[in-house]
């Protein structure tokens, strides 16, 4: 799988799927998720309440209707509370989960934006590493590329130094 990090604005990606660091209610949000909601329009709100939420780490898959991408990948990301209350483990469950989803779908294309580093408070650098480990470790078929898509210049630099290790 190539993996690249990118700094851009992931609502406007065209790649197969994007991933949205959601919150459980799967209603909408700040943040990333309020980008994705406002890019789609309001059918992607009426699709996610078909879910009735969504557990920390599990992903749920809907159409990326305005938006660029043909999917879009919920997955709440989990809330930095110290690392004591299993944080790591469920950030990795978010990147796996979503790559499954991707792959069932027959994604060839996925992006992520940082899950968990803005309003949850996850520690940039701890996220970024876990975001790339998990995703260098898949071993589907698919996807075959994988975006970090960054909003600020510091996490670009953060993965970029990652991904060249
Ligand atoms: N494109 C890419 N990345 C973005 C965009 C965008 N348009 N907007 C924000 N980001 C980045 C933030 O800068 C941060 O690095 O996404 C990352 C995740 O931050 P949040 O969106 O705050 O998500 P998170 O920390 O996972 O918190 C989730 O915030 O928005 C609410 O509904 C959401 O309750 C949930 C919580």
């Known amino acids: 799988m190539i993996l690249r990090a990118i700094r851009d604005d992931i609502t406007t990606l065209h790649v197969d799927a994007i991933v949205n660091a959601a919150n459980c209610t799967l209603l909408g949000g700040g943040g990333v998720d309020g980008a994705i909601h406002r890019a789609a329009g309001p059918l992607l709100l009426e699709a996610c309440r078909?879910?009735?939420?969504?557990?920390?780490?599990?992903?749920?898959?809907?159409?990326?209707?305005?938006?660029?991408?043909?999917?879009?990948?919920?997955?709440?990301?989990?809330?930095?509370?110290?690392?004591?209350?299993?944080?790591?483990?469920?950030?990795?469950?978010?990147?796996?989960?979503?790559?499954?989803?991707?792959?069932?779908?027959?994604?060839?294309?996925?992006?992520?934006?940082?899950?968990?580093?803005?309003?949850?408070?996850?520690?940039?650098?701890?996220a970024a590493r876990i975001a790339v480990e998990t995703v260098r470790a898949w071993e589907g078929e698919l996807p075959q590329e994988a975006l970090f898509c960054c909003f600020s210049d510091d996490q670009l630099e953060l993965y970029r130094q990652l991904l060249n290790r």
């Open 50 to 126: 078909r879910f009735n939420g969504c557990p920390t780490g599990e992903a749920r898959i809907t159409p990326g209707f305005r938006l660029p991408a043909k999917f879009v990948i919920h997955t709440p990301g989990p809330v930095w509370h110290g690392g004591t209350r299993g944080e790591p483990a469920l950030l990795r469950d978010c990147y796996r989960n979503s790559l499954r989803l991707a792959e069932e779908n027959a994604c060839a294309s996925i992006a992520f934006p940082c899950i968990s580093t803005g309003v949850y408070r996850y520690p940039k650098f701890e």
